[in-house]
């Protein structure tokens, strides 16, 4: 079985991030996300509209999505490659290059973001902080 993990806040879930996840699905047979919580968006200087559990149980409800576990840290990577038993690393190319050092525990790919959508983009036309 083909193991693949990736990481994000996934605030406002839309199909930016659907593109995603089914691309990084289809790199394999399993798909962990990394999800964010609340105390490590602080350290990524994100607010978020839906609280940790809120966006959890959304990505849990995502045909693509196998399972879900928080992401507390940057560091975290390396430990959970192996824990997991990771074999592809995915994340969108606004990453590109930022996490080549994964390389030397599994393949490190970096998909084509879904370019006119984004959480930021949303909140700005709804007026929302
Ligand atoms: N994404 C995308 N297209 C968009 C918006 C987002 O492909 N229009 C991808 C991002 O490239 C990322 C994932 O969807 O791979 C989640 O996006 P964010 O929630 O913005 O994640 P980010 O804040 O980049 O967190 O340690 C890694 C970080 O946690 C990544």
């Known amino acids: ?7 994000g ?9 659907i ?5 990084a699905r289809r790199l394999g047979d399993y798909l962990i996300v990394g999800l964010s919580t609340n105390e490590f968006n602080a350290i990524k200087n994100k607010k978020c509209y839906f609280s940790y559990e809120e966006r ?3 990505l849990e409800a995502i045909r693509y999505v ?3 576990i928080p992401e507390e840290a940057w560091e975290q ?4 490659i192996k824990l997991y038993q990771i074999d592809t690393f995915v994340i969108g190319d606004d990453w590109e ?3 080549d050092e994964l390389k030397s525990l599994c393949e490190v ?8 959508v984004s959480t930021t983009k949303i909140k700005s036309e709804l007026k929302i902080f």
């Open 1 to 7: 079985m083909k193991r693949v993990i990736t990481y």
């Open 9 to 17: 806040t996934f605030d406002l879930i839309h199909y930016g991030h």
């Open 19 to 23: 593109n995603l996840l089914e691309r």
């Open 56 to 58: 959890k149980r959304l």
């Open 66 to 68: 196998d399972l879900v």
């Open 77 to 80: 990577k390396a430990s959970d």
């Open 97 to 99: 290059g930022k996490f």
């Open 109 to 116: 790919v970096y998909l084509n973001r879904t370019p006119e």
